[in-house]
């Protein structure tokens, strides 16, 4: 698989006024004689003052620089044999070019960022080659500023087809201090021959469980570094890699339907990674719940008292309260025009109640460390060069703030430092970090068992629901995650799917506990926290690696924010879950061959 790091393909925010003067142009600190791409960045960056003569108006006003280098192996194994290895070393660029000013620029169009003149592209160099990154840097420039150009002509065409908006907001927040901070930063080492061996010994754990027909191991390590340049005086130099190892197995049950599970290890560099044993625990548990769910019996349509364990119940938060925290801008369209917008199901819930008032929720990106364990989610810049701050965002169970990037929205005309995905019409996507959920009033986990046997024996039903795990970061086919939406959308969930679960387990009134499969939830939305009734006192430290795609599809997305999410148990008083209707798939024609040792 391939990859690409935290800080890839990053574009920075915006700048100075519609009078842009070389004086603007960044005054690098004393560097040392090999900063030569630094200096390949504010040269060409000093050119500007030439675009303001060809833009008049619609002179430039912000530019950034950045580039994200990375150096970068990859593992594929299955059965403990290699399947794939590669080594690669990266150079990813981002410039933009804003024109016009911070009030109205050539962003926040349906079609802003299209260009349709011709282009020429040239390799950007993986040395420190300056007249390499100066031509480079120069005919991205061009480009950018081009496309820019084209787009706030088309964007003016469409308000003088709209109606004035009487509040407009600006298209860019103005920030009050560049950052500044060029630290002298070096490529962690790589040691190939201990992931490819790790990659295999963690594959060949499945050739112990004969009914896992199909499984594989990837792992990848990447360090990398991240330098931006921008028109305003940001001046940022941060390390920017990621290791991590995915798993899967797949099985297939009796009737014919397709079970797996799944497991998603981060580490924000490759010498913070943990141990080979407790890797392998992980992927043993795996093997085990592949093999149980290939035996376990179907389940059936649910509607009752669910308790989610801590783990789960931070996969589930991630989704249902995590990827609604982001509040996305509409673009202006033309008359008629429809714009691919998925709003937040929390945006007109600012003030009112979405946990239980014993919850306070907050992220917290700039916090390293969780009980003396390091957090994924922490970061020193966003993707627009801000630092990212603490946001308190549920205070006693009432929703107080939103995450935010550069691109204001109404209520929120300030970046927090949480640009940390591309988005859509020339912004930049706003993501948790590190997300804290507390309880102030909780109570041991075996005590939440057994109120959800009290609370289904009050019902008179035959059993409670007791989710372990959810298929988050999902681990199923592209096909099956299709499915997923076209149900949630038919079934009036929310404004995004919300993965299965993959560990349910009837709770019956003697306390015992049966696996089931094949249930996913029905018509859930982010209003269903509400009827959390109570939160366990263990906590449970989930990470993964969000990506742009539905559910972070493992495998796949090639913007990557590591996450971590720190979560209670829930018992909700009532959630229903459903059986897929989708056909099932016929077994193999020819069993599997015997496992060697």
């Given at each position: 698989?391939?990859?690409?790091?935290?800080?890839?393909?990053?574009?920075?925010?915006?700048?100075?006024?519609?009078?842009?003067?070389?004086?603007?142009?960044?005054?690098?600190?004393?560097?040392?004689?090999?900063?030569?791409?630094?200096?390949?960045?504010?040269?060409?960056?000093?050119?500007?003052?030439?675009?303001?003569?060809?833009?008049?108006?619609?002179?430039?006003?912000?530019?950034?620089?950045?580039?994200?280098?990375?150096?970068?192996?990859?593992?594929?194994?299955?059965?403990?044999?290699?399947?794939?290895?590669?080594?690669?070393?990266?150079?990813?660029?981002?410039?933009?070019?804003?024109?016009?000013?911070?009030?109205?620029?050539?962003?926040?169009?349906?079609?802003?960022?299209?260009?349709?003149?011709?282009?020429?592209?040239?390799?950007?160099?993986?040395?420190?080659?300056?007249?390499?990154?100066?031509?480079?840097?120069?005919?991205?420039?061009?480009?950018?500023?081009?496309?820019?150009?084209?787009?706030?002509?088309?964007?003016?065409?469409?308000?003088?087809?709209?109606?004035?908006?009487?509040?407009?907001?600006?298209?860019?927040?103005?920030?009050?201090?560049?950052?500044?901070?060029?630290?002298?930063?070096?490529?962690?080492?790589?040691?190939?021959?201990?992931w490819e061996q790790r990659a295999n010994k963690l594959s060949a754990i499945y050739k112990r469980y004969p009914e896992v027909l199909s499984s594989g191991v990837d792992s990848q390590a990447m360090t990398g570094i991240t330098t931006m340049l921008t028109s305003e005086g940001t001046m940022v130099r941060y390390e920017?890699?990621?290791?991590?190892?995915?798993?899967?197995?797949?099985?297939?049950?009796?009737?014919?339907?397709?079970?797996?599970?799944?497991?998603?290890?981060?580490?924000?560099?490759?010498?913070?990674?943990?141990?080979?044993?407790?890797?392998?625990?992980?992927?043993?548990?795996?093997?085990?719940?592949?093999?149980?769910?290939?035996?376990?019996?179907?389940?059936?349509?649910?509607?009752?008292?669910?308790?989610?364990?801590?783990?789960?119940?931070?996969?589930?938060?991630?989704?249902?309260?995590?990827?609604?925290?982001?509040?996305?801008?509409?673009?202006?369209?033309?008359?008629?025009?429809?714009?691919?917008?998925?709003?937040?199901?929390?945006?007109?819930?600012?003030?009112?109640?979405?946990?239980?008032?014993?919850?306070?929720?907050?992220?917290?990106?700039?916090?390293?460390?969780?009980?003396?364990?390091?957090?994924?989610?922490?970061?020193?810049?966003?993707?627009?060069?801000?630092?990212?701050?603490?946001?308190?965002?549920?205070?006693?169970?009432?929703?107080?703030?939103?995450?935010?990037?550069?691109?204001?929205?109404?209520?929120?005309?300030?970046?927090?430092?949480?640009?940390?995905l591309p988005g859509n019409y020339g912004g930049r996507s706003a993501a948790i970090g590190n997300l804290f959920i507390q309880a102030r009033e909780s109570m041991p986990l075996a005590n939440l068992k057994r109120q959800l046997i009290s609370m289904t024996t009050t019902l008179d039903k035959p059993y409670g629901l007791?989710?372990?795990?959810?298929?988050?970061?999902?681990?199923?086919?592209?096909?099956?995650?299709?499915?997923?939406?076209?149900?949630?959308?038919?079934?009036?969930?929310?404004?995004?799917?919300?993965?299965?679960?993959?560990?349910?387990?009837?709770?019956?009134?003697?306390?015992?506990?049966?696996?089931?499969?094949?249930?996913?939830?029905?018509?859930?939305?982010?209003?269903?926290?509400?009827?959390?009734?109570?939160?366990?006192?263990?906590?449970?430290?989930?990470?993964?690696?969000?990506?742009?795609?539905?559910?972070?599809?493992?495998?796949?997305?090639?913007?990557?924010?590591?996450?971590?999410?720190?979560?209670?148990?829930?018992?909700?008083?009532?959630?229903?879950?459903?059986?897929?209707?989708?056909?099932?798939?016929?077994?193999?024609?020819?069993?599997?061959?015997?496992?060697?040792?």
């Amino acid at each position: 698989m391939k990859f690409t790091f935290r800080g890839m393909a990053v574009a920075a925010g915006l700048l100075g006024s519609a009078a842009f003067v070389l004086s603007q142009t960044p005054q690098l600190p004393q560097l040392s004689n090999d900063e030569v791409l630094l200096r390949a960045m504010r040269d060409e960056m000093a050119r500007m003052p030439q675009l303001a003569r060809v833009g008049g108006k619609d002179a430039p006003y912000f530019l950034s620089y950045t580039v994200s280098d990375a150096d970068a192996f990859n593992v594929s194994s299955v059965l403990g044999a290699t399947v794939s290895a590669n080594r690669n070393k990266y150079r990813s660029p981002a410039v933009e070019v804003r024109v016009g000013s911070y009030e109205s620029d050539n962003t926040g169009h349906v079609q802003s960022g299209a260009y349709s003149g011709s282009r020429i592209d040239g390799p950007w160099p993986l040395d420190s080659n300056y007249q390499g990154l100066r031509d480079s840097f120069w005919l991205a420039t061009d480009i950018g500023f081009k496309a820019g150009l084209e787009s706030i002509s088309r964007k003016r065409a469409s308000q003088n087809n709209a109606a004035a908006d009487p509040n407009p907001l600006p298209n860019f927040a103005r920030i009050q201090k560049p950052e500044v901070s060029i630290p002298k930063l070096s490529f962690r080492k790589i040691d190939e021959a201990k992931w490819e061996q790790r990659a295999n010994k963690l594959s060949a754990i499945y050739k112990r469980y004969p009914e896992v027909l199909s499984s594989g191991v990837d792992s990848q390590a990447m360090t990398g570094i991240t330098t931006m340049l921008t028109s305003e005086g940001t001046m940022v130099r941060y390390e920017d890699g990621v290791a991590w190892v995915t798993s899967k197995g797949e099985s297939q049950a009796a009737d014919g339907m397709l079970v797996h599970d799944a497991l998603s290890v981060q580490a924000l560099d490759v010498d913070s990674f943990t141990t080979d044993e407790d890797l392998a625990r992980q992927v043993t548990e795996v093997a085990e719940n592949v093999r149980a769910l290939a035996k376990a019996p179907a389940g059936e349509a649910y509607t009752g008292p669910v308790l989610f364990e801590p783990k789960a119940a931070a996969q589930l938060l991630a989704q249902m309260l995590g990827d609604n925290l982001r509040v996305p801008r509409r673009p202006l369209t033309n008359p008629g025009q429809a714009a691919n917008v998925a709003p937040s199901e929390l945006e007109t819930r600012l003030n009112a109640r979405v946990l239980p008032d014993f919850f306070d929720v907050y992220d917290d990106p700039t916090q390293k460390t969780y009980n003396g364990k390091p957090l994924v989610g922490f970061y020193e810049y966003d993707l627009e060069g801000v630092r990212p701050k603490r946001v308190s965002i549920l205070e006693k169970g009432v929703l107080k703030n939103f995450l935010t990037t550069r691109t204001p929205v109404k209520g929120f005309p300030e970046s927090n430092g949480h640009a940390r995905l591309p988005g859509n019409y020339g912004g930049r996507s706003a993501a948790i970090g590190n997300l804290f959920i507390q309880a102030r009033e909780s109570m041991p986990l075996a005590n939440l068992k057994r109120q959800l046997i009290s609370m289904t024996t009050t019902l008179d039903k035959p059993y409670g629901l007791l989710v372990k795990k959810l298929d988050f970061p999902y681990g199923g086919s592209v096909p099956e995650l299709q499915a997923l939406a076209q149900a949630n959308a038919q079934g009036g969930g929310g404004t995004r799917a919300v993965s299965p679960p993959l560990l349910v387990y009837r709770v019956y009134p003697d306390g015992r506990e049966e696996l089931v499969r094949g249930l996913r939830f029905h018509a859930l939305t982010a209003r269903a926290l509400r009827d959390v009734i109570a939160a366990s006192q263990e906590t449970a430290v989930f990470e993964y690696v969000n990506t742009t795609t539905l559910m972070a599809l493992l495998g796949s997305g090639g913007y990557l924010a590591p996450t971590s999410v720190i979560s209670p148990g829930l018992l909700f008083e009532e959630i229903e879950l459903e059986v897929p209707r989708e056909q099932l798939s016929k077994p193999p024609t020819v069993p599997p061959p015997p496992m060697q040792p």
